[in-house]
């Protein structure tokens, strides 16, 4: 049986078939607008399934509605059940103003290295080169001690309803696994010389909180007559932008800050200003120390008024929150009810889109994942650093069910993540990004699975 050096040697001559893979994978165009009847992924769903059939490797496809399928592939071990999940999600968003993309989005074209495309790198390039991996493994006859499942479902852009959540609460048995790998980190951070890679162990929590702002209308010729709702609605917006959330450095992020040069032991007195200082040469690294060390209350939508000479009785606001993974409801609610003390007229309901989650960062996952990424990227000199995602994934789902999952999708270090573009204008993947993630997925697998 082949070693494991000889299987990532394999993918380097594969590197025609990943990139087709690919671009098939982005011509379907499996658009989440979030309202139904949309994401129509079962395209995408038989395509993965046809094309694994080809390979040999098993699959079948689950759906709460039938144009929504969820792809779910084993290749068994010599014991019962699969160790190791490879996740994705098939779903794209939408294309926001197409005459602003320099390439159509789903042609799936290639320049300069990269694949452009809505999904190019959200998330079809994870998808292609777990397949890929599954693949390549099959064909070498890899016998594997403990089974590898792949799972990419549906809806992961607005909400997974009808792709991992769904499938969390129906059929946890499909995800059964000790480990697994999604996207939501992995990305390779340069700075000083040294190559870092973000894993991901976690994501902060998003909430949207509502808030009903009241006045009492009026004649807009006789104003003094009312309470006009816009008015408290400054003062609300005023006390939001001058909010200071606590700081914490508590999470294990904030003890590996030396990987980048920074000598002070992040505290919550410190950390501001060890942020200004990072923001000069490293804006990307000051951003998210600035997202881990605290909550974010942020308006987003504001909704009031009904006719032009009426003075408005209520205002609705909007507010998008994030949470770090120790911050709780309860958390949430003492730090709005200090926002707006005394102020009667305001009430608020919080909607939770995501709660905050995370996995241990020590594991054999984490171990795997090292000498994974080392091999894929022939670098011996990485440093590790645990994250937790400003985002929110599928990886949600699968952690309250007790399995270890971390966001790590093996980017290549010389593809700048700056240019994905995920969700944005010209998205595209680095045909080197597809390459190492699928060398990095063959030899997660191999050791996580036992091969040999
Ligand atoms: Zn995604």
Same mark, same amino acid.
Not at 222 to 227: F, I, S, Y
């Given at each position: 049986?082949?070693?494991?050096?000889?299987?990532?040697?394999?993918?380097?001559?594969?590197?025609?078939?990943?990139?087709?893979?690919?671009?098939?994978?982005?011509? #379907?165009?499996?658009?989440?607008?979030?309202?139904?009847?949309?994401?129509?992924?079962?395209?995408?769903?038989e395509?993965?399934?046809?094309?694994?059939?080809?390979?040999?490797?098993?699959?079948?496809?689950?759906?709460?509605?039938?144009?929504?399928?969820?792809? #779910?592939?084993?290749?068994?071990?010599?014991?019962?059940?699969? %160790?190791?999940?490879?996740?994705?999600?098939?779903?794209?968003?939408?294309?926001?103003?197409? +005459?602003?993309?320099?390439?159509?989005?789903?042609?799936?074209?290639?320049?300069?290295? %990269?694949?452009?495309?809505?999904?190019?790198?959200?998330?079809?390039?994870?998808? +292609?080169?777990?397949?890929?991996?599954m693949?390549?493994?099959?064909?070498n006859?890899i016998?594997?001690?403990?089974?590898?499942?792949?799972?990419?479902?549906?809806? *992961?852009?607005?909400?997974? %309803?009808?792709?991992?959540?769904?499938?969390?609460?129906?059929?946890?048995?499909?995800?059964?696994?000790?480990?697994?790998?999604?996207?939501?980190?992995?990305?390779?951070?340069?700075?000083?010389?040294n190559?870092?890679?973000?894993?991901?162990?976690?994501?902060?929590?998003?909430?949207?909180?509502?808030? /009903?702002?009241?006045?009492?209308?009026?004649?807009?010729?006789?104003?003094? /007559?009312? *309470?006009?709702?816009?008015?408290?609605?400054s003062?609300?917006?005023k006390?939001?932008?001058?909010?200071?959330?606590?700081?914490?450095?508590?999470?294990?992020?904030?003890?590996?800050?030396?990987?980048?040069?920074?000598?002070?032991?992040?505290?919550?007195?410190? #950390?501001?200003?060890?942020?200004?200082?990072?923001?000069?040469?490293? !804006?990307?690294?000051? +951003?998210?120390?600035?997202?881990?060390?605290?909550?974010?209350?942020? !308006?987003?939508?504001?909704?009031?008024?009904?006719? +032009?000479?009426?003075?408005?009785?209520? #205002?609705?606001? /909007?507010?998008?929150?994030?949470?770090?993974?120790?911050?709780?409801?309860?958390?949430?609610?003492?730090?709005?009810?200090?926002?707006?003390?005394?102020?009667?007229?305001?009430?608020?309901?919080?909607?939770y889109?995501?709660? !905050?989650?995370?996995?241990?960062?020590?594991?054999?996952?984490?171990?795997?994942?090292?000498?994974?990424?080392?091999?894929?990227?022939?670098?011996?000199?990485?440093?590790?650093? !645990?994250?937790?995602?400003?985002?929110?994934?599928?990886s949600?789902?699968?952690?309250?069910?007790?399995?270890?999952?971390?966001?790590?999708?093996?980017?290549?270090?010389?593809?700048?993540?700056m240019?994905?573009?995920a969700?944005?204008?010209?998205?595209?993947?680095?045909?080197?990004?597809?390459?190492?993630?699928?060398k990095?997925?063959?030899?997660?697998?191999?050791?996580?699975?036992?091969?040999?």
């Amino acid at each position: 049986m082949p070693d494991l050096q000889s299987l990532l040697n394999e993918v380097d001559s594969c590197v025609d078939e990943i990139v087709h893979l690919e671009q098939e994978l982005v011509r #379907i165009p499996s658009v989440n607008t979030g309202f139904m009847p949309t994401g129509n992924e079962t395209p995408v769903a038989e395509y993965c399934r046809d094309w694994l059939a080809r390979e040999g490797i098993e699959s079948k496809i689950l759906a709460r509605d039938p144009e929504r399928g969820n792809i #779910i592939a084993v290749m068994p071990g010599d014991e019962p059940g699969t %160790r190791l999940m490879f996740m994705s999600h098939t779903d794209v968003v939408p294309v926001e103003d197409e +005459s602003k993309w320099n390439w159509a989005p789903f042609a799936a074209e290639i320049s300069a290295g %990269r694949v452009y495309g809505r999904g190019a790198s959200d998330c079809k390039a994870l998808l +292609s080169s777990q397949m890929m991996a599954m693949a390549i493994m099959k064909r070498n006859g890899i016998r594997l001690k403990h089974g590898l499942r792949m799972v990419s479902g549906a809806d *992961e852009e607005h909400g997974g %309803r009808w792709g991992f959540g769904w499938l969390a609460e129906h059929h946890p048995e499909e995800l059964e696994s000790k480990f697994a790998v999604n996207e939501g980190g992995g990305m390779p951070i340069e700075d000083g010389g040294n190559l870092a890679y973000m894993l991901n162990t976690g994501e902060k929590g998003r909430l949207e909180v509502h808030l /009903t702002i009241r006045g009492a209308s009026a004649h807009a010729s006789v104003p003094w /007559t009312g *309470e006009n709702a816009t008015y408290h609605t400054s003062e609300v917006l005023k006390r939001i932008e001058a909010y200071e959330p606590e700081r914490d450095t508590s999470l294990e992020f904030f003890d590996h800050l030396s990987t980048f040069a920074i000598e002070d032991r992040p505290t919550p007195q410190n #950390i501001d200003a060890l942020v200004a200082d990072v923001q000069k040469r490293n !804006p990307r690294l000051a +951003s998210m120390m600035r997202a881990l060390s605290r909550m974010t209350l942020t !308006p987003t939508i504001i909704k009031g008024g009904i006719k +032009s000479n009426s003075v408005p009785e209520t #205002i609705e606001l /909007t507010c998008d929150v994030r949470t770090l993974p120790f911050q709780d409801e309860a958390y949430v609610r003492a730090e709005l009810d200090k926002v707006l003390d005394g102020m009667p007229n305001v009430e608020y309901d919080i909607d939770y889109m995501a709660v !905050p989650n995370s996995s241990d960062y020590e594991s054999e996952l984490t171990e795997a994942i090292k000498t994974a990424q080392a091999m894929a990227v022939s670098r011996d000199d990485i440093s590790w650093v !645990p994250g937790i995602s400003n985002g929110f994934t599928d990886s949600r789902f699968t952690r309250p069910l007790g399995i270890i999952t971390y966001g790590f999708k093996g980017d290549h270090p010389d593809d700048d993540p700056m240019l994905s573009r995920a969700h944005g204008t010209d998205e595209s993947v680095g045909i080197s990004s597809l390459v190492s993630s699928t060398k990095s997925m063959i030899a997660i697998a191999y050791q996580i699975c036992d091969a040999g």
